[in-house]
């Protein structure tokens, strides 16, 4: 860890948080998301093919043809603006979009205000943010989906780019973002996907392992009362959960709000009976403006070790 990613960590979140994304250029250019996206789509349309074994050996050459330019180009992108005055702030302006503290808080802001004037506005607000069949969802459904993408992408599209931005510079975020990418589009567990997605599917929950104990432990912390609550979900009830990592925030986001999450849903045609995570109450429509408030709270504790961080490391930097 560098000082100067710390400092680039910071100001893209402060530049996310300020501008997020702008339309204009989602417009005009698109999203890395969007590029990798294609990417992956044309890496999968000509290497998965084969038997098993061989589509698995594929799935790894494809990761690595994915992740070499980026990190090629973020190598560069940053030696050349670390190397000009003040080109950290150019560098975070790109840097930030790699985060969703914006677009996140917008897309459930929407969840709730759908929620709280039908159902049905619910349901379709929560579809944009979930992959989960939302037709059936009663009122505590919509609100358990909404608040569970919540905690998940606190985990994995914001804390997670901003950890390994502050450990590896643009280059540790870009790796992120491409893998979190491929793992998003073919690190699924069915016949076209299973073998082809592997080398994606394990080496996101790698690299997300230690982002997803930080953000538990960020919105247990910014719970105040209900902190040992929170503490308390995540260590009982996050190794419940499919995933290795998504429990982790869950659960904390559970016993912060005193609620109780995941449980059984559906897929397409595909039902899952998924864990329990927390020994609340069900939720409501209300449920999530206390989620996102404390979202907030817990974003500001991250940019709060962030800014700690980048201090100790200019202070022992000047002795």
């Known amino acids: 860890m560098r000082g100067e990613f710390l400092a680039l960590t910071l100001l893209a979140l402060g530049a996310e948080a300020a501008i997020g994304y702008p339309e204009a250029l989602l417009r005009r250019i ?5 590029w990798l996206g294609a990417a992956i789509e044309r890496l999968e349309t000509g290497l998965n093919r084969g038997p098993p074994a061989l589509r698995r050996i594929r799935g790894f050459v494809a990761l690595a043809l994915l992740l070499a330019p980026w990190l090629l180009l973020g190598e560069a992108l940053q030696d050349v603006l670390f190397a000009l ?8 302006v790109i840097a930030s979009s ?7 808080h917008a897309h459930v802001a929407d969840v709730a205000r759908g929620l709280q004037r039908s159902l049905g506005e619910g349901r379709s607000a929560v579809a944009k943010i979930v992959g989960r069949d939302v037709t059936q969802l009663d009122e505590a459904g919509v609100a358990r989906a909404a608040i569970e993408s919540l905690a998940e992408n606190f985990s994995d599209g914001i804390v997670a780019p901003a950890l390994w ?11 992120y973002k491409a893998i979190n990418t491929a793992d998003s589009m073919i690190g699924h567990r069915n016949e076209r996907y299973e073998a082809f997605g592997f080398a994606a599917a394990k080496l996101d929950d790698l690299v997300n392992l230690p982002a997803a104990r930080l953000a538990a432990a960020l919105l247990a912390l910014a719970s105040d009362r209900r902190c040992g609550a929170a503490f308390g979900a995540a260590w009982r009830d996050a190794r419940k959960h499919a995933s290795p990592n998504a429990g982790w925030p869950e659960a904390a986001m ?13 897929y397409e045609a595909v039902a899952m009976d998924g864990a329990w995570l927390g ?5 409501a429509a209300g449920d999530l403006w206390s989620a996102l408030g404390l979202y907030r709270r817990a974003l500001a504790l991250l940019w709060g070790v962030v800014a700690s961080a980048l201090s100790i490391m200019l202070l022992f930097g000047a002795r």
Do not use: N, T
């Not at 698109?30 to 969007?34: F, K, S, T, V």
């Open 254 to 266: 559970a016993g912060a709000l005193d609620l109780r999450l995941g449980g059984p849903r559906k």
């Open 165 to 175: 931005m502050a450990l590896l510079g643009l280059p540790g975020a870009l790796a």
């Open 279 to 283: 020994d609340g109450r069900e939720a």
């Open 85 to 92: 005055p003040f080109g950290v702030v150019p560098l975070a």
């Open 30 to 34: 698109g999203h890395p998301a969007i």
């Open 98 to 104: 790699l985060l969703a503290q914006r677009s996140l």
